[in-house]
């Protein structure tokens, strides 16, 4: 009698609208999920988070399960994503950072010089056993509702270790791009090393997808972004290419760079509000799913307009090759919860295939 392999969460995945759509295969329904969704606008999330800073929460694996499920249980939607942040790896790895509430990460002393990056190690596993361990639970208990892993791609990683914090015009990351073009393609090979151990960590653990978030690569031309970024992206995703795990690939203000993040080796390019997914296909092509791309602001807007938004998405996404319906940045804070339960559910019920 032959044996059967154990089930892996994969296995029980694998069938999902999510996974399906990521793969461009036929789907039932067209799957949602929201960036930020477990977050500031869950007020059962401020109740967690009491008390607790940002990083150490994302360090305890009991709690980064409970914050995870917490949108998918009040929501339905398709898919859980790891509560965590794009700067957990480089604080497992030693840097100095904090997550400042009202600001976002903060970075004690910028990496600027050669001798800043010989202090930045590569990642391994061993430095985030928490991780594992979290991804262990969530995957326990979320079962057939497949659990988005992620990480920060170099670039946006490397604007907040070069600018020490956010930044709107990324001066001191571009003079160092331009001015120290090795050391600057060095920084970028160490971060991809990191992020790419870090999206492996998460999917060896049983994530059934990865997403690489390049927040702030819109800030960048097409040359420069060939030139100085996209071969440190494809780095990060080749990671987990043996790992039989869909790829998504998401930046901000990223119209003019969507077929080159495709090609850094996504299976799903995210799309922002400002270009329509019909637009985003026709530059795509037939190759990519896409992932979006309702502007997080019309959350705000009285429900007919935000109703009428939704349908035009879903019915856009269904010319795509595939379609994973979800916001074009992250959830804002103030969003009510309640209006992402019945954006869910319009989804759902404007999809269905008959
Ligand atoms: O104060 C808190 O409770 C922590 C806020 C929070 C952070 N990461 C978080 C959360 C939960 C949440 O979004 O509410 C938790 C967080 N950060 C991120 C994700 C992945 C996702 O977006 O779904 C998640 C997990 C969300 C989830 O599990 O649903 C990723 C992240 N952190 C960051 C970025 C860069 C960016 O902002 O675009 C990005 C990527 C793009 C994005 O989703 O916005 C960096 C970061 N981390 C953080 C902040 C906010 C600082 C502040 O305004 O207080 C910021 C900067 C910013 O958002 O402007 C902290």
Redesign the pocket.
């Known amino acids: 009698m032959p044996t059967t392999a154990p089930t892996t969460p994969r296995d029980l995945t694998r069938d999902s609208d999510l996974v399906r759509a990521a793969r461009r295969q036929d789907v039932g329904r067209t799957p949602v999920w929201?960036?930020?969704?477990?977050?500031?606008?869950l007020p059962e999330?401020?109740a967690v988070?009491e008390g607790i800073p940002?990083l150490e929460?994302?360090m305890r694996p009991e709690l980064v399960t409970e914050?995870?499920l917490q949108?998918v249980r009040r929501h339905g939607v398709d898919a859980?994503?790891?509560?965590?942040?794009?700067?957990v790896p480089l604080k497992a790895v030693g840097v100095d950072l904090d997550?400042?509430?009202?600001?976002?990460?903060v970075v004690a002393a910028p990496v600027r010089t050669r001798a800043d990056l010989d202090r930045l190690p590569e990642l391994t596993p061993d430095h985030v056993p928490y991780i594992t361990d979290a991804v262990e639970q969530l995957t326990r208990e979320l079962g057939p509702t497949p659990l988005?892993g992620?990480a920060?791609a170099p670039f946006?990683l490397a604007s907040?270790l070069v600018e020490g914090g956010?930044s709107k015009n990324h001066e001191r990351t571009k003079a160092l791009m331009h001015g120290d073009p090795e050391l600057w393609a060095d920084l970028c090979a160490r971060l991809a090393q990191i992020s790419g151990a870090f999206l492996r960590v998460q999917a060896s653990a049983g994530a059934s997808a990865v997403?690489l978030?390049d927040?702030?690569v819109g800030a960048l031309s097409r040359a420069d972004y060939v030139a100085h970024v996209q071969r440190h992206s494809a780095a990060a995703l080749a990671a987990v290419d043996d790992l039989d795990v869909p790829r998504i690939h998401?930046g901000?203000g990223t119209g003019e760079l969507l077929d080159l993040m495709g090609e850094a080796g996504a299976d799903v390019v995210g799309v922002d509000f400002r270009v329509s997914l019909s637009d985003a296909t026709r530059r795509l092509g037939p190759s990519y799913a896409v992932q979006g791309n309702l502007d997080p602001a019309l959350l705000f807007a009285p429900w007919p307009a935000l109703e009428r938004r939704v349908r035009e998405i879903v019915e856009e996404g269904r010319q795509a090759p595939g379609h994973i319906f979800n916001l074009g940045?992250?959830?804002l804070?103030d969003v009510d919860p309640d209006v992402l339960t019945r954006v869910t559910a319009l989804v759902h019920e404007c999809s269905t295939r008959s």
Do not use: E, K, L
Request: proline share 10%; with cysteine; glycine share 10%.
């Open positions: 929201f960036m930020r969704q477990a977050g500031r606008s999330y401020r988070r940002m929460s994302c914050i995870t949108p859980a994503i790891f509560f965590s942040d794009i700067v997550i400042v509430p009202g600001v976002g990460p988005i992620f920060g946006t907040y956010p997403q978030f927040s702030w998401f901000v940045h992250g959830v804070p």
